[in-house]
């Protein structure tokens, strides 16, 4: 038990320090966007599996041969009332700071969460009164405003929004480009694919490894919504639209087209070749090997 809590603590600081840097300075993401965000969602959630799992093989250690045995055993002495003798006091730090942390992690992930839904709820209530349905486009609103401006609330009552700049400034197929961005946004839900990496980068703020999975995933889901509106519009039209949109969204909205707009051009503009499908494959069994990992070492004997 001691060894796998030591090989899960190693396994958790390789994947949250040298594996999160390497793969946010990497080029290889930018061909395959979709295969990038399962890597980080393996990386995030096997080293959190693993730095948390260790604290708790750790201390339950002499409970058992394995952590289903340790944890039946720990569950019954403090239903009695008493804590197991064999605990000391190294095995009782390790379970207390697992709990520090874990707790730590799920507070901000809650509070995050909370705040953000808060502050779309009320962004929603107002754009229901400044913001016009706009029938060319099911589910769209048109805000009376000049600075030309495209963003989405993300939710189970989303709002894809468009300002009046947007339409006086950019052709139809520019919009259409626009829209399509936005409702990528929306239909693949990636406010939840940052979540977790936003709630570890406040949780671990000091771990250098944890901010740059929060900017590369950040910038991963604006790639692949790029890449789903150039399927409705050709390369000049939605850097053009990129090059038009690039007033500020509140603060409540997924990130729009403001963001890392150099690169972003730049990789519409030449786009890179993708992966080979072979290549995609193995990141994908990457991806769902990583998370194996730590998930057996925690359930089986």
Do not use: N
Request: with cysteine.
């Amino acid at each position: 038990m001691e060894l796998t809590a030591l090989g899960l603590l190693v396994l958790g600081a390789v994947l949250a320090e040298p594996v999160s840097r390497a793969l946010a300075a990497a080029r290889w993401p930018a061909r395959d966007p979709v295969g990038a965000l399962l890597s980080w969602q393996a990386i995030g959630l096997a080293g959190g599996l693993s730095l948390l799992g260790a604290g708790v093989v750790y201390g339950v250690a002499p409970l058992g041969e394995s952590l289903p045995g340790a944890l039946a055993r720990l569950w019954e002495e403090l239903a009695a009332g008493r804590v197991p003798e064999e605990l000391g006091v190294t095995h009782l730090a390790a379970l207390a700071a697992t709990l520090v942390l874990g707790g730590r992690l799920f507070a901000v992930l809650l509070a995050t969460a909370a705040r953000t839904v808060r502050a779309r709820r009320r962004h929603r209530d107002l754009l229901d009164v400044l913001a016009t349905p706009w029938p060319a486009a099911p589910g769209a609103r048109v805000l009376d405003h000049p600075v030309p401006v495209a963003y989405c609330l993300p939710g189970r009552s989303s709002r894809l929004v468009v300002s009046a700049g947007v339409l006086e400034v950019l052709e139809p197929d520019g919009v259409r480009a626009v829209l399509a961005h936005e409702q990528a946004h929306l239909r693949e839900r990636h406010d939840l694919v940052v979540l977790p990496f936003v709630a570890w980068g406040a949780t671990a703020s000091f771990v250098r490894g944890m901010v740059c999975a929060q900017v590369a995933v950040a910038a991963l889901i604006e790639m692949r919504a790029d890449d789903v509106a150039s399927a409705h519009a050709t390369p000049e039209e939605l850097v053009g639209a990129l090059r038009a949109v690039g007033g500020s969204a509140p603060a409540a909205a997924l990130s729009s087209f403001t963001a890392a707009l150099g690169a972003r051009i730049e990789r519409i503009s030449a786009p890179p070749p993708p992966l080979p499908a072979p290549v995609r494959l193995l990141v994908r069994v990457a991806a769902l090997a990583l998370v194996a990992v730590p998930t057996v070492a925690l359930l089986l004997p």
